[in-house]
């Protein structure tokens, strides 16, 4: 059965360090989603891409957050700094169309 | 402002009852309807879509959409322990193919 793939599952930093989180989707998903979930909450959507392409990357702190899709397969998230209020569950999720999205296993990132 | 709210719970109901989750939705375009399961330290995991009007029904699940009332809910049947979980509803309002999720409720069935 074709899964979502991310890496690492874990990762624990400590604040003003780089991370780097990666997300192979399902193949043929065109559309590739990363969501920040803080815990007691529901996703939060930080990057939508369609193919290689931004489609809203409204809600992405850019001024330490970047997300790439160059091929338009796999995708790579990347926190530098790091903050303390980054801990959190990020997932990545991929679609073929408006129908149903399906998560990766995502990866915990503990700031300290 | 595209909202998705469901009633945070704790929701406890015990072993072989219904569990009732409810989840409401600001924008009447809203074309399609997801419930997620989300077990503790786990990724969201799809248990149910709907997309018209009505009730669909996959075994012990059954998610009833009502667009006029922008109003989705999931029934669990025959609940077991190993239904304990948080449920998140998540709305795809029709623009640019973007999923919206509320918060979640959190379910524990009591053995």
């Known amino acids: 059965e074709a899964e979502v793939a991310q890496s690492p599952r874990y990762k624990i930093t400590e604040k003003s360090q780089a991370v780097a989180f990666w997300c192979d989707p399902i193949s043929g998903h065109a559309t590739l989603y990363w969501y920040r979930q803080i815990l007691g909450q529901g996703p939060e959507l930080l990057v939508q891409f369609q193919d290689e392409s931004v489609v809203d990357d409204s809600q992405l702190p850019k001024d330490r957050f970047s997300a790439e899709r160059l091929k338009g397969v796999d995708s790579t998230l990347k926190i530098q700094p790091a903050e303390l209020g980054d801990s959190a569950m990020y997932l990545c999720?991929?679609?073929?169309?408006?129908?149903?999205?399906?998560f990766g296993p995502g990866t915990r990132l503990t700031v300290l | 402002q595209k909202e998705v709210e469901q009633n945070s719970g704790p929701l406890s109901v015990p072993e072989g009852a219904i569990a009732s989750l409810n989840c409401t939705y600001s924008?009447?375009?809203?074309?399609?309807f997801f419930w997620y399961r989300q077990y503790s330290g786990k990724s969201p995991e799809l248990i149910m879509s709907i997309y018209s009007n009505g009730d669909k029904e996959d075994g012990r699940f059954t998610a009833q959409l009502n667009k006029a009332s922008q109003y989705v809910s999931l029934l669990i049947r025959d609940s077991q322990p190993s239904d304990s979980a948080t449920y998140l509803c998540?709305?795809?309002f029709g623009t640019g193919n973007q999923f919206y999720f509320g918060t979640g409720t959190s379910l524990t069935v009591i053995p």
């Open positions: 999720a991929s679609s073929l169309s408006w129908d149903e999205q399906f």
């Open positions: 998540a709305v795809n």
């Open positions: 924008d009447r375009g809203s074309q399609s």
